[in-house]
Nanobody, 126 residues
Framework: QVQLVESGGGLVQAGGSLRLSCAAS????????MAWFRQAPGKEREFVSG????????TLADSVEGRFTISRDNAKNTVYLQMNSLKPEDTAVYYC???????????????????WGQGTQVTVSS
């Protein structure tokens, strides 16, 4: 059974930092791109950041460019999202996702991700 388990969410003041982790089990995703999405109340789930299997290519949404960093440790089957300079508009449930197949790049479309975690809440107070 494939599982993606997120952790590291919580409540933080604006300007603060959080580090999210996503641990994969049940199979290895070392050949697939992995990504973080987020969903705020009443809004569509949106792409935040992604990383290729080798870690050689990363992609960030414009809204988090310069503040968030994604990384992965294939030996640990874990992906991280370091979030700095958090803003109230970053408040959302953050989901980890693994691409359904190898792509060689970081997809931004949700439909290309076949494996999802249960999500972790990030709340940024002003």
């Amino acid at each position: 059974q494939v599982q993606l388990v997120e952790s590291g969410g919580g409540l933080v003041q604006a300007g603060g930092s959080l580090r999210l982790s996503c641990a994969a089990s049940g199979r290895t995703f070392s050949s697939n791109a992995m990504a973080w999405f987020r969903q705020a109340p009443g809004k569509e789930r949106e792409f935040v950041s992604g990383i290729t299997w080798s870690g050689g290519s990363t992609t960030l949404a414009d809204s988090v460019e310069g503040r968030f960093t994604i990384s992965r440790d294939n030996a640990k089957n874990t992906v991280y999202l370091q979030m700095n300079s958090l803003k109230p508009e970053d408040t959302a449930v953050y989901y980890c996702a693994a691409a359904s197949a190898w792509t060689g790049y970081v997809p931004r479309r949700r439909s290309l991700y076949g494996y999802w975690g249960q999500g972790t809440q990030v709340t940024v107070s002003s």
